[in-house]
């Protein structure tokens, strides 16, 4: 069965662009998770969604959004980029929520502003 | 303070040899999972190994084990028979929180370098 597919693979934009990044979790799965990788702060959770609704929200800035569609699909939104937000955004996608539930990561997207 | 802490940044080991792969975990909560994924050049996390705070026997998932010690929070990653294609970044992280909750967040270390050489 098909894994998390994230799109685009690569990305390269300027300084106070907008962009949009997309995530198809595996089929069945309902929950979607996004995560920030940058060499100095590593690995950061930066939203879940659930059924279309946001279940949990990291420590971003609002410039950072999200929203999850009835096919479960998931898109992520970065408004008025910064060179600071540079970084692998890697999708995450479960069967459901939970402590125990296994998360299914994508190769993700790696987001470069100029 | 940090939740998960993973010292070695790097870790060097010879094909046929076990390596250990150390990780600790701060957290107040009674019910909380311990995850460990893999992390090649190519970007994508490969889950390798869960632990629920409660799970009485240490997992083991084919050459990975991890070594559970909750009075210590521990959860080590033991590989055995380390292969060529072993070499990756590998990552500790936790959920916190009660079980079947929904939406806990992955918090995760900052990860360590594993170089396996022929």
């Known amino acids: 069965k098909a894994g998390v597919t994230q799109t685009p693979r690569y990305l390269i934009k300027t300084r106070g662009q907008q962009v949009t990044l997309s995530c198809s979790p595996i089929?069945?799965?309902?929950?979607v998770s996004w995560y920030q990788q940058t060499p100095g702060q590593g690995l950061q959770f930066l939203f879940e969604?659930?059924?279309?609704?946001?279940?949990n929200k990291g420590n971003f800035p609002g410039r950072f959004s999200g929203r999850q569609f009835s096919n479960s699909r998931s898109e992520m939104n970065v408004s008025t980029l910064e060179l600071g937000d540079s970084a692998l955004y890697l999708c995450?996608?479960?069967?459901?929520?939970?402590?125990?539930?296994?998360?299914?990561f994508g190769q993700g997207t790696r987001l470069t502003v100029v | 303070a940090q939740k998960i802490t993973q010292t070695q940044p790097g870790m060097f080991v010879q094909e046929k040899e076990a390596v250990t792969l150390d990780c600790t975990y701060d957290?107040?909560?009674?019910?909380?999972?311990l995850f460990w994924y893999k992390q090649p050049s190519s970007g994508e996390m490969i889950f390798l190994i869960y632990?629920?705070?409660?799970?009485?026997q240490n997992a083991t998932e084919g050459r990975y084990s991890l070594n559970f010690q909750k009075a210590r929070k521990s959860a080590n990653l033991v590989i055995s028979a380390s292969q060529l294609g072993d070499s990756a970044m590998y990552f500790c992280?936790?959920?916190?929180?009660?079980?079947?909750?929904?939406?806990?967040?992955?918090?995760f270390g900052k990860g360590t370098t594993l170089s396996v050489s022929s």
């Open positions: 995450a996608s479960s069967l459901r929520t939970g402590m125990n539930t296994e998360a299914f």
């Open positions: 632990q629920g705070s409660y799970d009485e």
């Open positions: 089929s069945g799965h309902r929950s």
């Open positions: 969604y659930f059924s279309e609704t946001q279940r």
């Open positions: 992280a936790m959920r916190e929180g009660l079980l079947n909750q929904a939406g806990t967040a992955l918090i």
């Open positions: 957290t107040s909560d009674q019910s909380y999972g």
